[in-house]
């Protein structure tokens, strides 16, 4: 909505046919492009680019009457798991502002954790929503695959990445989705919509649900001992709900490490960068787009066959988040991410009902199955839980919101 909208809307005889979303503050991914404003991907290479058009999802959040704040942080080309770039300070959680907000949606969900936006516009292809909804104690939602369109265009050769919310009530995740889901915007791939809006069905019980667990990290690694914790806590409150919570075995393949990093590869390369400029990329930037454009095609396509791919690196040992990732190449994004911001004292305030927030569930997310994070009281970490939308889109979110009346 802007300014001169308003004319119109004061002049609606009946408040039924306003914008469902009116007035209603929010803020977009600076990787997602914006008419008129600056959108920089996180990138000095990018910091003259002013679009001259919208993607779809800010059309959306626009017609359903949201107003837009401006653009959220992202690493560069949203390539890492934390929120650090050369065009402003990194992205804090508002829990502890000397711990990472995650990434690559870190700004976004630093902006909804700390009161500035009720709900902000995130994207996911490794846990770019989720890591950074546990970090500040959010409701993280990584739609299925077609649910939200990324056009009009989409660089993401890999098909990682999709779109979606971050906010402070499952609620509010479900009406945000209610104003993007993708029918009436071009997508190739896109899904039908529920029988009822997203919001409606928060209001219905999920009913008896069988919930799978594990704690086994999918790379060579300890368990953070409060991960493990928070982990039997939420497979215990689930169980008081009445679910059936199981034990199963990983469900990781060994190749699910190379395969995802083949695809992070490629994807960097997606952005198109003067060569003159290269050099002006971060160092961890310049390594992948490097081993991006060495893939040969069987390779690429071996990725496209994994059954699970997540995202490395994902370290528990508390590094302050001021520039706390000294970009020096490969490792700077294989062996870390900063702990998940928390309050002073307060300790781990969440957990992980199918695993736990060690390694973030990111084997959904390459099948195409919708995923997300739904804090435990109002502090970081998580609990993820994983459905396939083509038979049942809404159960999700209703669990989601029957964990969170359930919370203190």
Known sequence: MQLHDLTAIEAADDPATLPPLLGVPT???????????????????????VSTLDDYIVESLREAGTISLGKTATPEFGLPCYTETDIGPPACTPWDPARSAGGSSGG??????????????????????????????????????????????????????????????????????????????????????????????????????????FIEAPIES???????????????????????????????PPDAVPAFETAWAVSATGAPVDPARESELRPLTRHLRERGRAISGPQYAGHRRAR??????????????????????????????????????????????????????????PAGHLAAAVPER??????????????RRATLLRLGAQLEAALP
């Open 378 to 391: 109002r502090g970081p970490a998580d609990r993820r839980d994983a459905g396939r939308t083509a038979r």
């Open 27 to 49: 803020a977009i991914k600076d990787l997602n492009l914006t008419k008129g404003i600056v959108t920089q991907l996180g990138s000095r290479v990018y910091t003259d680019n």
């Open 108 to 213: 976004a969900a630093a902006a909804v954790a700390g009161g500035f936006v009720p709900f902000a516009q995130g994207s996911d292809g490794g846990g770019s929503i989720r890591i950074p909804a546990s970090a500040c104690g959010l409701v993280g939602l990584k739609t299925s695959r077609g649910r939200v369109s990324k056009g009009p265009l989409d660089v993401d050769a890999t098909w990682l990445a999709v779109l979606g919310p971050l906010a402070r009530t499952v609620r509010d995740a479900a009406a945000f989705l209610d104003a993007v889901a993708a029918p009436g915007r071009v997508t190739p791939d896109p899904l039908p919509l529920p029988g009822e809006p997203f919001r409606i069905a928060c209001d219905r019980e999920p009913g008896r649900l069988r919930i799978g667990r």
């Open 308 to 365: 699970g791919v997540l995202t490395p690196g994902h370290r528990r040992d508390g590094a302050p988040a001021r520039r706390a990732h000294p970009d020096v190449g490969p490792a700077a994004a294989a062996d870390r991410l900063v702990r998940p911001g928390r309050r002073p004292g307060s300790g781990l305030r969440a957990a992980d009902a199918i695993h736990p927030v060690h390694r973030r569930g990111e084997r959904h997310r």
């Open 222 to 252: 300890d368990v953070d001992p409060q991960v493990r914790d928070a982990w039997e806590q939420a497979s215990r409150l689930l169980a008081d709900l009445g679910h059936e919570v199981l034990d199963i075995d990983s469900p990781m």
